[in-house]
């Protein structure tokens, strides 16, 4: 079994910062991407940063400029360090990565997601 678990998530004030992070766990042979999505009540989930085994990012426009994403693939861990946050970025924050249990046997794993409230 592979499991991922997000933590990091809480209530900050607008302009604040939070550091999400999100651990694979179980029977991980490789991972390929690693993505946040965020779900805010009453809206579709949306994609907010993607990283690639070998590094490369990519971010929704929303985001850029305020969220960095990034990996340790020694620990099977995702980050996604949020600057500058602004009551919008309120979702409930989900990893989600295509992981390997086997050299080729893949398929795409979600976290249960974490809270994240920008509230004065």
């Known amino acids: 079994q592979v499991q991922l678990v997000e933590s990091g998530g809480g209530l900050v004030q607008p302009g604040g910062s939070l550091r999400l992070s999100c651990a694979a766990s179980?029977?991980?042979?490789?991972?390929?991407?690693m993505n946040w999505h965020r779900q805010a009540p009453g809206k579709q989930r949306e994609l907010v940063a993607t990283i690639t085994s070998g590094g490369s990012t990519n971010y929704a426009d929303s985001v850029k400029g305020r969220f960095t994403i990034s990996r340790d693939n020694a620990k099977n861990t995702v980050y996604l360090q949020m600057n500058s946050l602004k009551a919008e970025d309120t979702a409930v924050y989900y990893c989600?990565?295509?992981?390997?249990?086997?050299?080729?046997?893949?398929?795409?794993?979600w976290g249960r997601g974490t809270q994240v409230t920008v509230s004065s």
């Open positions: 989600n990565a295509f992981i390997f249990r086997t050299m080729v046997a893949g398929e795409h794993y």
């Open positions: 179980g029977s991980v042979f490789s991972i390929n991407a």
